[in-house]
């Protein structure tokens, strides 16, 4: 007698997706400039600011080197979250919910940081550059905040244009109405 196998396997094991899938698809092309442009802008900031040899009043270009950094890495998070597989792992609705707040809060704290910055500096070129992409980097970290608001805006005012008028419908009538 053979002890081999009486039954073959009769499913198909699960084709599993590829664990690194990056795709743009999730972010409007205007959204997807403004996330690479501040990611660009604050990296840029960062590296100039790196670059200052010597400063008479340095905490303005600490405080400018920590948000830069911190506005770089947490701009480089969110965009990998929106183009890889990681999107699918996580609510939707909170992911929006904390890319608008990151933004938000992260474009005025740079905002801030480039005005000490450019309070305190020491007017070398290199601290001019620095402080300018600073400013870029703030003003697409605001633009992307607003757009993300306007777009909130947007769905919530669909919504309520689809639902606003619901007394009148044939389902809230009564049955036996001679009307």
Known sequence: MDNGKVYG????????????VCTVTRLSRQRLLLKGAQALFSFLAFI????VESCS??????????????????????LIVFCTSAYERVEKDKL??????VTTVV????????????ATSDKSSVETVAIVFGF????GFLAD??????????VKENKLENTGNTQNTPENQPLNNPN
């Open 9 to 20: 396997l009769t499913t198909e094991p699960q084709s599993q997706a590829p664990a690194c």
């Open 48 to 51: 100039l600011e790196e670059i």
């Open 57 to 78: 009043l340095c905490g303005g270009l600490y405080f400018f080197e920590f948000i830069s950094f911190s506005a770089t890495f947490l701009s480089l998070l969110i």
């Open 96 to 101: 929006k919910t904390l890319d608008f707040w």
């Open 107 to 118: 474009g005025v704290l740079f905002f801030v940081a480039s005005i000490v910055f450019a």
């Open 136 to 139: 870029l980097a703030s003003i």
């Open 145 to 154: 905040g607003i757009q993300i608001f306007m777009e909130k805006r947007k």
